[in-house]
């Protein structure tokens, strides 16, 4: 099924968020479905975490420059936390409401994964910064994208060059490697919200498999279907 032969709901914005390591490819797979929406004339918001308002991407300067670290694995958590607030509160739930699909790069489950499962802060303390943030906010499709560790891991170095690792790129493999179980753990507990996605192959074939995701979580009714 084609964009042009697509019906797109109306009403409230839908809300899809892509997961997973480091260098996955997440942000070229964001701009991909966002140049097809908005071919098919769908407003689209495309944005990310840390960051994705002014205040919160205040936050991200300070988390990925490692401040936060220095913090402790709680602290830094709360500055995760902060910076979501801020971004729901002023650019996710806004735009919903008027009806914009947001596409957003990293949430929650970065929290659940990088803080949660790789950095041990207790469940019942991110339980708490997420009602808090982000309340009953559920993001209508998760999209993983998982892919070997020592693959993403070429692609981000490849793509920064000379530059300097930020505060998560510069863990060992042992933490990359516990952040794509942690992320397939997610998938596997929340099938009805997320896909896992197999990443490693050229950018326009996980292209195809996001799309098919949308296409079969998002617009799955017959109805949805018009013909041209
Ligand atoms: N974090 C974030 C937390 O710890 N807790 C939280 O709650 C949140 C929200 C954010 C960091 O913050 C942490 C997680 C992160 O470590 P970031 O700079 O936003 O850091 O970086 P990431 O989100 O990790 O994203 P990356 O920049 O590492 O990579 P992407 O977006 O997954 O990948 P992308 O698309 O930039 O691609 C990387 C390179 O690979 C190429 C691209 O051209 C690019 O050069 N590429 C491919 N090459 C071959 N085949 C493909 N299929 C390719 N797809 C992309």
Same mark, same amino acid.
């Given at each position: 099924?084609?964009?042009?032969?697509?019906?797109?709901?109306?009403?409230?914005?839908?809300?899809?968020?892509?997961?997973?390591?480091?260098?996955?490819?997440?942000?070229?797979?964001?701009?991909?479905?966002?140049?097809?929406?908005?071919?098919?004339?769908?407003?689209?918001?495309?944005?990310?975490?840390?960051?994705?308002?002014?205040?919160?991407?205040?936050? =991200?300067?300070?988390?990925?420059? +490692?401040? &936060?670290?220095?913090?402790?694995? @709680? $602290? *830094?958590? #709360?500055? !995760?936390?902060?910076?979501?607030?801020?971004?729901?509160?002023?650019?996710?739930?806004?735009?919903?409401?008027?009806?914009?699909?947001?596409?957003?790069?990293?949430?929650?489950?970065?929290?659940?994964?990088?803080?949660?499962?790789?950095?041990?802060?207790?469940?019942?303390?991110?339980?708490?910064?997420?009602?808090?943030?982000?309340?009953?906010?559920?993001?209508?499709?998760?999209?993983?994208?998982?892919?070997?560790?020592?693959?993403?891991?070429? =692609?981000?170095?490849?793509?920064? +060059?000379? &530059?300097?690792?930020?505060?998560? @790129? $510069? *863990?060992? #493999?042992? !933490?990359?490697?516990?952040?794509?179980?942690?992320?397939?753990?997610?998938?596997?507990?929340?099938?009805?919200?997320?896909?896992?996605?197999?990443?490693?192959?050229?950018?326009?074939?996980?292209?195809?498999?996001?799309?098919?995701?949308?296409?079969?979580?998002?617009?799955?009714?017959?109805?949805?279907?018009?013909?041209?």
């Amino acid at each position: 099924m084609s964009e042009s032969a697509v019906k797109w709901p109306s009403g409230r914005g839908r809300f899809v968020t892509f997961e997973g390591g480091e260098g996955t490819g997440k942000s070229t797979q964001i701009k991909k479905l966002a140049d097809r929406l908005k071919a098919a004339r769908m407003r689209i918001l495309v944005t990310r975490e840390p960051g994705g308002s002014p205040g919160a991407e205040i936050m =991200r300067h300070l988390v990925l420059s +490692g401040m &936060g670290k220095l913090l402790g694995p @709680e $602290a *830094e958590t #709360l500055l !995760f936390a902060a910076a979501r607030d801020d971004h729901v509160r002023t650019v996710i739930q806004p735009a919903l409401n008027q009806g914009t699909w947001v596409l957003c790069d990293r949430f929650a489950d970065s929290t659940r994964a990088y803080q949660g499962s790789l950095g041990q802060v207790p469940a019942a303390l991110i339980n708490a910064m997420q009602r808090v943030t982000i309340g009953d906010l559920k993001p209508d499709l998760t999209i993983i994208l998982d892919l070997p560790v020592e693959i993403g891991l070429q =692609r981000a170095a490849a793509r920064r +060059g000379s &530059g300097t690792p930020d505060r998560f @790129e $510069a *863990e060992k #493999l042992g !933490f990359h490697q516990g952040l794509r179980e942690a992320y397939r753990k997610i998938a596997a507990d929340d099938p009805a919200r997320c896909v896992l996605i197999d990443a490693n192959s050229d950018p326009d074939t996980v292209a195809g498999r996001v799309w098919t995701a949308l296409r079969d979580r998002l617009l799955p009714t017959p109805a949805s279907v018009v013909s041209i």
